[in-house]
Every structure is written in C-alpha cells, then in structure tokens.
C-alpha cells in the first residue's frame, strides 16, 4: 500500500505542476491572469485556432487525470486505516 501511496502522490505533484502552465497559457477572455503575463499581446502561437483546441484538450485530459489521483488517494488512505 505504501508504494501505491507514494507513486500516487508523485503523480499528483507532477499533474499539480503542469496543469498550473497549462491553464496560463490559455488566451484570456478579458482581463485576467493570462493578461498580465502577457497573453494580452497576440502571439502566433496562440492566434492559432489548432493550438488552441490541442491546449484545450491536453488541459482537460491533465484535469481529468489530477482528479482521478486525487479520489484514488482518498481512497488509499480511507481504506488503508
């Protein structure tokens, strides 16, 4: 169980830390975050309509996946008692 425990937690710092990037680079719809680490300026990158929808979907899929470890290590640690 221990083992279990720590690779889950591993994997939860490790989604932790990349969803947090993720979710800043999205284009911002107004004044926000985005916009004051520069995603206000129009870049090519982040004009592009492809990059946006792959951004999208690699966020939600990391998003997903930090939920799914979390629920787990609740129910690591509840039934490990």
């Known amino acids: ?8 937690q591993v994997l939860l710092v490790l989604t932790s830390a990349l969803l947090i990037p ?15 680490f520069g995603g206000g300026v129009s870049s090519s990158i982040g004009s592009s309509g492809v990059a946006e929808r792959n951004l999208n979907r690699i ?13 787990l290590l609740g129910l690591v640690q509840r039934f490990s008692s």
């Open 1 to 8: 169980m221990d083992v279990l425990r720590i690779t889950l």
């Open 22 to 36: 993720l979710v800043l680079l999205h284009k911002g719809k107004g004044g926000g975050l985005s916009d004051m």
């Open 59 to 71: 966020t939600v899929m990391v998003a997903v996946l930090w939920t799914v470890v979390i629920i």
